[in-house]
């Protein structure tokens, strides 16, 4: 019996997870991808495997299953990670009625701790001790550095599952059993198309009946922190608490939605929430906000960067606050409740993309990709 085959295009986290879960199923696996090597959305993140970001359920079990994946291959292929958890920060009182909430809902569900000030100062030397009344530590989270995450992954797989990787080849065309670039062809049982931000390049009358916007993010990076400071855990602020689905799902964040609404307006208009992380090299990055629409302006805003700084510092502090980088990313994003974009657009052709419903793909790709290649998430028919 002949070794079954798949050809997956796009070297993202989602390709790759999709390579990694094929090769452990004892498939023959070929990555395209158009540019010499991963620059996409994928890179352009925090590097946070985020399992707080997401509802209980099916999406905080596949979150868990990444979370293992991630820390296998960190392992295996030598992969920089901090498994130091999350820290959500608490200024006022709506706040920490919200964490407060969060925790009383998650126990027995989710490894947390309510801390008091002088515990979350120990935890994190990054705070801003003026009126902190606490955070919420979560065990789950951890960093890893996409800009060298991604390559060492691409390596690792080639050489522990002989995965083969096509870089330069766009990919110009998909039947059932086949993908051109340009003149060239290549075979297989399976396809998985996996291009992130650029999904209308293939397949376009399917996604223009798609529920897919894209969302524009700006982020910042911070020079590496002198004489070894570590920040502990990955930092949010409140702002994170309205901006991620799974606090408003057991917590009233309605008073701190008001009162930001007043406050801080013009964050709330740039889809702006403040979060920070560390890799290895010392690097603080910060961000982010988040845009929404089929067609960005390449063109960043200095006064959204400033809005970001400006209340990171109502929070946190580091010993060297100068800018290394700022850039911009962009991810697909669905525009109704579904968690990810699975379409089966010809007999053995599929399409995988906007995981957690857009920008969560480094906490949610493995397990995704575990679940397709199990059965156990079936894609839909493309729509019409």
Known sequence: MSTPTALVVGAGI??????RALSLRGTRVTVLERHERAVGASIRN???VWPIGVRNGVLYERALRSRAAWLELATAAGLWHDPAGSLHVAHAQDEWDVLG????????LRPLRLLNAVQAKALSPALV????RGALH?????VV?????LPQLAGYLQARHQVQFAWATPVTGVETGRVWSGNRRFDADEVYLCNGAEFEQLFPQVHAAAPLTRCKLQMLRLVAQPDGF???PALCGGLSLIHYPGFAEVADIAPLRERCRHEYAGLLENGIHVMASQNGAGEIAVGDSHAYAHTHDPFDQHAINARILAYLARFARFPDMRLEQTWHGIYPRLTNEQSEWVVEVLPGVVLVNALGGGGLGMTLA??????IVAGRLRPQPAPV
């Open 101 to 108: 909430q969060y925790y009383a809902a998650n126990q027995g």
């Open 46 to 48: 925090f590097g946070m």
């Open 366 to 371: 493995f397990g995704l990709a575990e679940d």
């Open 230 to 232: 570590r920040m502990g």
């Open 14 to 19: 989602a390709g790759l997870a999709m390579a």
């Open 129 to 132: 001790t003026e009126g902190l």
């Open 138 to 142: 979560g065990g789950d989270e951890l």
């Open 145 to 149: 550095d996409p800009r060298q995450a």
